[in-house]
């Protein structure tokens, strides 16, 4: 399947077609980005939330083809022959995968670099992780959610556009001759050096229901999503972090090149809930080691008026308030604090609820803040 001395730079993309996931979307494409992804082609379902405007900072980044559909669809396969045949000629490889699914490889890149010429697609074997939580949980999926299910019995697919004949169901391509179909290396956990997803399906109670109810599930009138957030989350064994701190490395990545990193899912009513918030301001500083010398913080108030929140400078680590932080943590962060220290201000801007939609320009690039967002710069 692999040839084991060639590293050749492929150009890779994924395909996501996605309906009103605007809170997650953030998070999904920095990671994926960092992790070796060149483009996310971007198929819209009709959402009717900030998808758009989320998307904005992405696509001029030239990182997001954004392609809107101008009407709702149940079955992905058709668009995916779309994307072949629109965008194939650009890459090596399509990746096809959702937003709630994020995939796991030591190096990526590599590992694109070694697939055989003659392999016309592979699938990719996933993890289902979840959690047994009533309500959200604040700030990221991947650094929230991560009790492990069960191994996934469904694949994601990889393949080469020119190759693709057909996709005759989600996870399955039928392949023209003279390539060959070849299944991903068998999952052993994320210590081989293959690919593989994780699969965050249930999160909480209040945001399984919400998807689910909001997608094809609501023709079928048998199917009670209640039922199946309990069927996952009694199947919950253990803790996994292995996608926790591929996260904080990324993300850190991330921040580091483009100089933003924009957190959604906090939720803030008041200016009287400053502590509050420059605690989880504070605290995510510390996970990702976001390093800075001094940082200024911008208060959008319910009423669209802006206010100087603070003005300091180098907040001393013993200041941030670390009981909530997992020890599991201390590693990656010891190894990110290996690096050299750039000097460096920090801006910080936080939307309280019920606020308008603030745009805030960062290298003459328009980044939407609406409620209880959070926007790192510098």
Known sequence: ??????????????????????????????????????????????????????????????????????????????????????????????????????????????????????????????????????????????????????????????????????????????????????????????????????????????????????????????????IKWRKYTNQMIHPTTVMKNMTIKLLHKFFEKYHFIIFRRFVFEHEKEIPTIQNNIFEQLHILNIKYDSYIITVFNANGGKTLLSSSSHINENDINTKTMDSENEEITNELKEEKKIDKNINIYVSLKNNKLIDIIHNNIPIYLNYADILITI
Request: aromatic residues 14%; charged residues 20%.
């Open 1 to 226: 399947m692999f040839h084991n001395n060639i590293t050749v730079i492929m150009k890779t993309a994924i395909m996501v077609v996605c309906h009103n996931e605007a809170l997650y979307i953030d998070e999904w494409i920095m990671y994926h980005l960092m992790l070796g992804i060149d483009t996310i082609l971007f198929y819209d379902n009709m959402s009717t939330d900030l998808t758009f405007k989320y998307l904005e900072p992405y696509i001029r980044l030239g990182k997001v083809i954004y392609n809107p559909l101008n009407h709702p669809i149940l079955e992905c396969n058709p668009h995916r022959m779309d994307c072949v045949q629109t965008h194939g000629h650009k890459f090596d490889f399509l990746i096809f995968i959702d937003v709630d699914e994020f995939l796991y490889c030591h190096d990526l890149p590599t590992f694109f670099s070694q697939i055989d010429k003659n392999i016309g697609s592979i699938q990719i074997p996933g993890i289902l992780i979840g959690d047994k939580n009533i309500n959200p949980r604040k700030g990221y999926v991947t650094l929230n959610y991560h009790k492990y299910i069960k191994d996934m019995t469904q694949f994601k697919i990889i393949c080469r556009p020119n190759a693709v004949k057909s996709f005759p169901n989600a996870h399955t391509a039928n392949i023209k001759k003279k390539s060959y179909m070849q299944k991903n290396i068998s999952l052993k956990g994320p210590g081989n050096d293959g690919l593989i997803y994780y699969h965050y399906t249930t999160k909480s109670l209040k945001e399984f229901l919400t998807k689910n109810f909001t997608t094809h599930y609501h023709d079928n009138k048998k199917f009670d999503p209640k």
